[in-house]
């Protein structure tokens, strides 16, 4: 079993690294005790953003590295049983460089689908994003970023001009003189994060939450709006309409600093308390009070996490909130501005570096020339060979079957996280081919018709960017069991199979070297970080240009535009860029952009047949599809299975008490778990965990119904009926 123990004097060696779950990348020592199967988990306290704190995923994350829940050979499904069996390496490396070049031949390049994760690192991120362009020639690649903070970087990008999650460390939290922390339950989901939440009370600021639900997080809260689920473009727009209304505007901050005020105020003041109220049950008094806490402060900060962003209008909402922001001057000054918790481990570094449809590495857009000259030449290819952007997460996933007929698939998986996952999961079987690299034998895992079995976190080198746009080095603690390898080694020998005995590297630090490279003069600018950078400083933020001094960070491309970054001495190394936007905004003219939006409601809304509000999302003890953390018993203790969250008044109505299984119907399907009975959410909604496959997988009701810039379904919102199920 792991253990953490406080570091003793004269300890064994232990290696510092990172987390491999969460976008928060706690740091961590790990030591291998006697024997060699034992890992232990050290404290390492001087990492800052979470000072020796892990949850309890972090503390138990060794657990997944024992060969008895792994993978540790190959499979491949045999025609006689139709079973997945042991296979050697290079039998299924050959049958999956076989199938795609079968559909490749049989349907061209684009019958040929890659689907990626945020929980890759940076370099596998990179690779695989190579791989399917250079290799496989392939559009149809995306990854399950999509499904998380695909509007936040949407919105970002049309006010700012560059998407980083954070555009300050979380350092400054508690410095600042009031959060609105929107749809986060980060005491569950960061819990080592809450810290930054207490301090910034404590120093006399204050939290506001917006929640449907009472969730731990909104217990620490000076003030809980808790608006009906898919209703906060409303709720952002009608404390706007108040700050206006209230003469709280920053009108020199409006006037030097942004542009498209006009529109966006008029949108705004449509938007009035009272019908505010009535669209998200927030009572007006609690909407001025919002506005009088965050203005009152000195300085400001909106946090946004998938409560707002997974929905059909994320963007727009975001950008409400970001709206917010800039009409009261909390933007682009010190301790103040708009930041979206990213969720994987790799959540901000995995969007960068090109597994995402329409991107090149360094944040490049696929579509600029420039941006496609410069990738082609640091790969060695014609510009013109580059594919277009392909299809979103699940529009590529809802083609499968379709025209794409063979899928390779790395860190997702999607039968138990896609929503309509039935659907899902039958595009998956209808597949002529279908291939997946992972850790462990998942839901999705077990549909393929090969598996490679591949090394973990522990076990291997590899950077991650943090929710703060820190690039972290996670390093390798550990020897991973035989018959594992790593997925740059398996991509380097697909691409060789595939003709390209060139290009792939399998030494994470030769594939980061190319990739800054390819980033250079990029909006996410790697050049200047360096493996050896991070380490003696722990991370680096990016923007970070090679031998540039902080005060010369120009525009090297049409992709990129300046960024102040923090001060240096001239000469110095580029120190990397902590604070984002405090002199200039990343658009063309350094302003932020307002965007004028108006409320609309969800793609669904409740109806007679189906009259109660669905959202989903964590608890803290399970991770994601639970593909890792269903694996460690400490962790199935605390969190055994699927729950249907429900008011005491919906639970009297229905005739539910607590413990009863529910059957929980939506136009997509129907699933099953047991009530759990709490006052601490609306009466007019339901909530459920999304980590268990099986008749509780909650995204066998969820709606694929997408947000139309970023390509979000609405894990958020749907409607649904309850029954009592049927034993
Ligand atoms: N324990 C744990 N931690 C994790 C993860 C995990 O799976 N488990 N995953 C990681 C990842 S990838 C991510 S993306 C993050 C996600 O981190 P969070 O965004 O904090 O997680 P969620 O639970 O999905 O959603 C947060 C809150 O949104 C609320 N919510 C639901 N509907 C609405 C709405 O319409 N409006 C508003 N304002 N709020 C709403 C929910 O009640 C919930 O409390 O967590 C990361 N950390
Ligand atoms: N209903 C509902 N659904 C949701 C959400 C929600 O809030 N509600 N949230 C969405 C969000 S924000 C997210 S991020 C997605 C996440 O959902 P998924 O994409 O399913 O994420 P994971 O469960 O982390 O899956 C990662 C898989 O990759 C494997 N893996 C881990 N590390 C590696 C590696 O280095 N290499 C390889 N090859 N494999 C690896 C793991 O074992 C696991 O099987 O779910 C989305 N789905
Ligand atoms: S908060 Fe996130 S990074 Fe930290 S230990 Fe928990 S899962 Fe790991
Ligand atoms: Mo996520």
Redesign the pocket.
Known sequence: MPRTSPAPAAAPPSTPTHC?YCALQCGMNLRAAAGGDVVEVVERTDFPVNRGALCGKGRTAPAVLSSRVRLTEPLVRRPATGRLEPATWEEALVKIAEGLGRTQRGYGPDAVGVFG?????NE?AYALGKFARVVLATSQIDY??R??MSSAAAAHQKAFGLDRGLPFPLEDIPRTGCVILVGSNLAETMPPALRYLTELKENGGTLIVVDPRRTRTAEQADLHLAPRPGTDLALALGLLHIVVSEGRTDESFVQDRTAGWDEARAAAMAHWPELVERITGVPVPQLRDAVRMFCDAPAGMVLTA?GPE?QSKGTDTVGAWINLCLATGRAGRPLSGYGCLT??GN?QGGREHGQKADQLPGYRKLTDPAAREHVAGVWGVDPDSLPGPGRSAYELLDALGGDIKSLLL?????V????RAAHIEERLRSLDFLAV????L?E??ALADVVLP?T??AEETGTTTNLEGRVLLRRKAVDPPPGVRT?LEVLHSLAALLGHEKGFPVDPEEVFAELRRASAGGPADYSGISYRRIAEEDGVFWPCPEGAPASSTAPTDSTAHAVPAAHAAPGDDHPGTPRLFLDRFATEDGRARFVPVTHRPAAEEPDAEYPVLLT???VVAQ??????TRRVDELNAAAPGPFVELHPRLAQRLGVSEGDRLSVVSRRGRAVAPARITDSIRSDTVFMP?HWPGEGR??TL?NPALDPTSRMPE??VCAVRIERAQD
């Open positions: 491999p994760g945020g929980g890759l690192t596998k399950n970023g499904f998380c998938r997974q969720g994987q959540g790395m860190g997702s998986n999607p138990v996280s896609a929503p690299a992972d850790v462990v998942s999705t895992a591949v973990q976190w997925d989903t999302g964590r991770y994601q599809s639970g593909a890792q999304f909650a995204n969820t894990f958020k």
